[in-house]
């Protein structure tokens, strides 16, 4: 689905990233994760066809990033960003559809097909958004974009979905219903693979199953989730020690407890 080998990315001559090698395959779910500024947007926006890297390999499903027509590539990409910069009043469905094309806004002189809009029920329907099918985008709650979101970014098929922090902000509720509709949505279609970037490991969804660790634009640690999502390795990259757990599924994320003081 997606490799990379040995990219750089250098932006006014200090490097964003560095070195990074990755290989995701079909089914496989990663979180990216690291502390502000490690490069994790920009890693993310090279896997979605969005930039060039300045050194090194990019290949997205199979094409690679410099020899292929992006927008063509990102045709068969789901993004998702909170920040969907939508300006007219449409409705949850309509936002949606505009999936289908990979639009901000819908194409007025063209009406959708029907089994395109039987795909969008069906798509409102698994992210739970049918009660406010025809509610506007602008009442919608931040968790009730987010899902749209999903949703819409679901409209073309695609075989790779990036999720760029889907849960910030959202109350507990939202976050878990967000949560569970990104479990069911994989466990539906198990071809799929994602990545979703987060700063926090309370976010990670239960079916994620691999994470790639980034500090200060370079790779700290890669691959299934047991082995990386370790105390060890997160206190590594956050540069401060924190416990990690893991109960039915979930990570919970602690400073490390500091030592009393000696008498
Ligand atoms: N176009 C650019 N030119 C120069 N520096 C940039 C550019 N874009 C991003 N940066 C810098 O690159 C670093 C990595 O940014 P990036 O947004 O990828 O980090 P991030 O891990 O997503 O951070 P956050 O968690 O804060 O969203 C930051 O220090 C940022 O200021």
Avoid: C
Avoid at 186 to 199: C, G, I, N, Y
């Amino acid at each position: 689905m997606l490799r990379t080998r040995g990219v750089d990315v250098v932006r006014d001559g200090r490097y964003l990233l560095r070195g990074i090698d990755l290989t995701i395959r079909p089914g496989e779910h990663w979180a990216l994760l690291g502390p502000n500024g490690a490069g994790k947007s920009t890693l993310l926006a090279l896997l979605g066809a969005v930039s060039h890297p300045t050194r090194g390999e990019v290949d997205v499903l199979g094409r690679r990033l410099g020899r292929v027509d992006v927008r063509e590539l990102r045709a068969h990409l789901g993004h998702v960003d909170p920040r969907h910069p939508l300006r007219s009043p449409l409705s949850v469905r309509e936002v949606v559809l505009t999936g289908h094309a990979g639009t901000i806004e819908p194409d007025l002189y063209r009406k959708p097909a029907p089994e395109t809009v039987d795909r969008a029920e069906l798509l409102i329907a698994t992210l739970g958004m049918t009660a406010l099918a025809d509610a506007p985008w602008t009442t919608l709650s931040q968790g009730e974009r987010g899902r749209a979101l999903i949703a819409r970014a679901l409209m073309p098929s695609p075989r790779l979905l990036l999720l760029d922090e889907p849960a910030t902000g959202l109350d507990l509720t939202a976050r878990e219903l967000l949560l569970d509709s990104l479990d069911l949505l994989r466990h539906q279609h198990p071809e799929l693979a994602s990545v979703l970037v987060t700063h926090h490991l309370e976010e990670l969804p239960e079916s994620t199953t691999h994470a790639l660790l980034l500090r200060g634009g370079e790779r700290v640690a890669a691959g299934p989730v047991e082995r990386v999502m370790t105390t060890e390795l997160i206190s590594e990259t956050f540069g401060h020690p924190i416990r990690i757990t893991r109960h039915e599924g979930r990570w919970t994320a602690r400073a490390a407890a500091r030592r009393a003081p000696e008498r």
